[in-house]
């Protein structure tokens, strides 16, 4: 695993999308590690509460708010109570995600496939607009949107969750451009095969024999079998180092947990360095 040193996140504010668990609880606990006042978002309260306590245990500072992010003013409703409670937001992580419906195109239940456009792309796209007004005026702040491999690479039988990812990448490059004069970073990053969170959900629940859902999680198996699943652990130290603001020469990139931040910022101030976002998702 890359090592990137002690990374302080001291006084700062990170927003967490989808912390009720796998993924999204475990970068809040990581970013509580550093320094974080951690705002916790999901539609569980529940189970925000069981991850409040696990970045209390280490010593952090947590509130809970409930929220889907699909909903505009449930979204603004929530950065109003951080900002009341905890302070601007100077960190959004968009985790929130939904596998979405798995099947061919002409299969699929085409309600429960915009619904995860709606989630994985306008959930992210509403956070990045409640807060992003506010960095602008500060001239200081950082977005990390999970995406996935399945947006620059086809992903068969998953055409929802592709999709999405495939332009939150692309809006995430948007963003970065827009905002990046105005001292923003935006990062798009690939937390590798994971086995928590819906990749978990998956792998544990009941699909019929030889269905679309059976055929994709035995293809999961297999990739783990093969020794391609990663820690969490390699996406949240990478998470917490882009905070730091160490690497905002790399905002608007296609990152993933096998690159080497410390050897794309040494590309990044080389001839090729204004390109690098654009190479970064055509490799």
């Given at each position: 695993m890359q090592l990137y040193g002690d990374s302080d996140l001291h006084n700062q504010v990170a927003m967490v999308t989808g912390a009720g668990g796998g993924l999204g609880r475990e970068i809040a606990v990581a970013l509580a590690r550093a320094g974080a006042r951690v705002a916790l978002n999901?539609?569980?309260?529940?189970?925000?509460?069981?991850?409040?306590?696990?970045?209390?245990?280490?010593?952090?500072?947590?509130?809970?708010?409930?929220?889907?992010?699909?909903?505009?003013?449930?979204?603004?409703?929530?950065?109003?109570?951080?900002?009341?409670?905890?302070?601007?937001?100077?960190?959004?992580?968009?985790?929130?995600?939904?596998?979405?419906p798995i099947d061919s195109v002409w299969r699929v239940d085409t309600q429960a496939w915009w619904r995860a456009l709606e989630v994985n792309l306008r959930g992210?796209?509403?956070?990045?607009?409640?807060?992003?007004?506010?960095?602008?005026?500060?001239?200081?702040?950082?977005?990390?949107?999970?995406?996935?491999?399945?947006?620059?690479?086809?992903?068969?039988?998953?055409?929802?969750?592709?999709?999405?990812?495939?332009?939150?990448?692309?809006?995430?490059?948007?963003?970065?451009?827009?905002?990046?004069?105005?001292?923003?970073?935006?990062?798009?990053?690939?937390?590798?095969?994971?086995?928590?969170?819906?990749?978990?959900?998956?792998?544990?629940?009941?699909?019929?024999?030889?269905?679309?859902?059976?055929?994709?999680?035995?293809?999961?198996?297999?990739e783990i079998r093969q020794?391609?699943?990663v820690p969490a652990q390699r996406c949240t130290t990478m998470l917490v180092a882009l905070a730091s603001g160490r690497y905002d020469a790399l905002s608007g990139c296609y990152l993933t947990v096998d690159d080497d931040l410390d050897a794309l910022l040494a590309r990044a101030s080389g001839p090729d360095g204004s390109n690098l976002h654009r190479l970064r998702i055509r490799q």
């Open positions: 999901g539609r569980s309260p529940a189970r925000l509460e069981e991850t409040a306590d696990l970045v209390r245990a280490v010593g952090g500072q947590a509130i809970v708010f409930g929220c889907d992010v699909t909903d505009e003013k449930s979204v603004r409703e929530c950065v109003e109570y951080i900002e009341r409670c905890l302070g601007p937001v100077d960190l959004l992580v968009n985790n929130a995600a939904t596998g979405g992210p796209f509403l956070c990045a607009h409640a807060v992003l007004a506010a960095m602008v005026a500060r001239r200081a702040g950082a977005i990390v949107n999970v995406v996935s491999h399945a947006g620059v690479y086809r992903w068969p039988l998953c055409s929802a969750y592709a999709s999405s990812k495939c332009a939150l990448i692309n809006l995430s490059e948007n963003m970065a451009l827009e905002a990046g004069r105005y001292g923003v970073s935006v990062f798009a990053l690939h937390p590798g095969l994971l086995t928590i969170g819906m990749t978990g959900s998956l792998l544990d629940s009941e699909t019929g024999l030889g269905s679309a859902a059976s055929r994709v999680a035995e293809w999961i198996r297999q020794g391609r699943a």
